[in-house]
């Protein structure tokens, strides 16, 4: 039976790999698009890694796997948790057969659980000690110089440094990739490569902006990855089959936008002095809070210590709080693109613990949740944010299965399963 | 009145171990483990508590925390059965917290090497108050008080030893009073010079390493002194340790501030230097390691009495008259038992901030429930009040008069090196207004107990027998010769009116 190759490329866009394909700069994926299936896939709504990853991996929509944000509220509290691989509320493709799988560094996954074949987990894994499954493999680990992920804090002190903890970083997953590949009896191998989204944040410039001082060694680190594709296609039977995928796309940032700030300036939210502002500080008299990046709850009595929206209230605020999003504008350029109520995008057993709107930004227009901000638009060091229409999707298989015409994250799964001839 | 911690959250919290400092707008993790939160990044916490949390951001506060229950005597929230280590635990105060402590409900562990007990017999003196040995003490505090406490003998110095005793406790405080105490002790000669410097600075630098390797999230309360700061000719304040922020250095026109930085330190003795090199590896550790301290100024402290240690005659805790580790008011009140005059130093015109025992564990209390944010070294000024030590020998002779003793004053040399005129202008506000303390105990009030207690047949029978280690032989100069004696006159002769008072500030 053919074995199926997973690589992740996280935060790449379509526009991306189809234009260093083109260019010259990945000759090896340029070839393989030749032959198999390259789409534009949707991310997760709203398209933050966490959410999409839990989307790919389980098949299934936030509603179902309970993950909504790289961070959410410890339910009855205002105190923010990070959901971690024990949260997930869906079985992932690996928890659901009895075949060996290589998981390597999918990000979400931590802490690493038992399961047959080996995983390290990917971002946000707070240790190595618990990312690693079985353990007694951390030892090989460390002689491989794994790293759970770069170092972000080079990217805000010096892009040298940043550049160089990128290439060092992905040289190290790759000979662990390599070693994993040949060491281990696997049918499904999942590698996914995340500086590609860190390189994305912090230099996105560097790619559209040929005179950029780091334009060449964006272009590098992608001709690089290209060779490694290359070298795993290699590797490969005919019999085998490869998807790649991204789980969002990356676009030049114009503006944030601080929503909690548009919900201030609009009464929807009012906070108390404080020093290092969180949500605890905010006052009985708010409706509506927002969490990263455009996730807006409407602050009910009884589900939260300070609630105070009535049920029979939360009709208008929510109709309130759409208008005043509709009419947002930039320089005249509108902010929002669409406002989703939970209903419209999420279904199954965690529904109420979805947001209740969710926004979508125009393109360039960078949505966070911050408290600490009053201005409405800022700024910062980072250049690329997520989009949500145009993660990739490319698929290779020697079998005959249908690809769906506009897939999303949910759908690889699915794709998958037709590759194994299960339904 | 809301309990003073009631505000404060994870990020003064012990349980809260960090886990993390994740980039979320980047979709990354920095490799270094900061307890800071930046624009850009998200600390993650994990409750060493409440594992069920997972990993979440250290906002919850003391009020809404589980864990953290109200103790309406002292209208502040307690750590559920937190784990507090008494390093010195055999001495006059380790003793005295362990059993306050331990009443509160706290899990009590401790060390001891007895070295206070060696010294002091070393000099041929011994504690006034009887004490009986260690293994008799705990089993009266779990007989009387109905308290089990994890007591190991073990030297501070012994860093492998301590690090397995800290790793097995993990204590989520550690309260720091395994040093040398006396001045006059670190002023004999030179090896008595090296050993109080070695035991001090070099036992609290090994314990800062063993605390970053073992329980880098508990908190240490470190037992300064208000001897650290000297006593500025000029009258300036002594402030908190750290200059306020609107302090300013002007110099030549030109001025900077001086705000969070550390105040002078001047001090009069070895001891006290050692304790200064405390100061300094202490902040520094915060620093590097992100640990956290509370370092106490405390005054001058004396007394007897605790509730705890007046339950049973087997739970008192020691007091030494001898010049070496009596401190002033507990040799004044020795001194009018024996019927010898009280002996003043010079002018007697120094001025010193006080404290009861019974007040300095009220404060202890109070700071181990009042952690600092990780990384924050905080200094405290612990005193209840300030007196000339001329007064004071005024007020511990009025009180005697209670008792039928006629007590007498003397002025003697001073063998130290110090200002015995001087002002002093002291800053305590953090205590009184953000850790809700407030005195109980007068000096009066005090003194009589300590006069009920010494005058007891068996007590002032030892007193008696050492009398001749209460006259101060111990110079600065270094000449071995007894002070000589300016005058003695009786209370109420003198025109207290004149020269320097002290002046307290505990309004913020």
New interface residues.
Partial sequence: MGRIVIIGLDGVPFGLMDDLANRGIMPNFANLREKGTFKAMESAIPEISSVSWSSIITGVNPGEHGIFGFMDLIPGTYTLSFPNFNTIKAPTFWQKDNNKHVILNVPSTYPAKPMNGFHVAGFVALDLENAVYPKEYIPKLEELNYRIDVDSEKGHQSKELFMKDLFRTLEARHITAKHLWDDMDWQTFMYVITGTDRIGHFLWDAYENKEHEFHKQFLDYFKRIDEMIGEISNKMSDDDSLIMISDHGMGLTESNVYVNAVLREHNFLELEDADRINHNHMKASTKAFALDPGRIYLNKEGKYPKGTVKKEDEEKILQELTNVFQNLEKDGKKVIKKIFRKEDVYSGPYLDDAPDLILMANKGFNLRGTLAKKELFGTDIFTGMHTQDDAFLFVKTPKSIKIPENPCVIDVVKIMNEIKGDK | MKPCNANRTC?NCPAAML??????????????KKKQ?S????V?IECSRRKD?????P???FE?CPEWELNEEYNTYMLKNMRVMILGLDGYLGWTLALKLGKLGFKVSGIDNYWRRDCVMEKGAHTVVPITRMTDRLRAAKEVLGLDINFRKLDILDRAKLKEFLDEVKPEAIVHYAECPSAPYSMVDAAHAVKVQENNVLGTLGLLWVMKETVPESCLIKLGTMGEYGAPLTGRPIFEGIFPANAVLKWNDREWSLGGELTPRDPVSFYHVSKVQDTFNVYEACKYWWLRSYDIMQGVIYGVHTDEVAADPRLRTRLDMDEWFGTVINRFVTQSILGMPLTIYGEGEQIRGFIALDDAMQCMVRLICNPPEAGQYDVVNQVSGLIRVKDLAETVAKVSSNFGINTKIQRVENPRVEADKHPLEVVSTKLPNMLGFEPKISFEKEITEMFKVLTQPEIKARIEEKKHVIMPKTRWDGVKQESESFETYDPGTKNLEEGYKGVLHTKD
């Fill in positions: 990020w886990k993390g400092n994740i980039d979320f707008r980047a979709c990354g993790q920095a490799k270094e939160l624009e850009s990044s998200q993650l949390l997972g990993q979440f951001a906002t919850i506060t809404q």
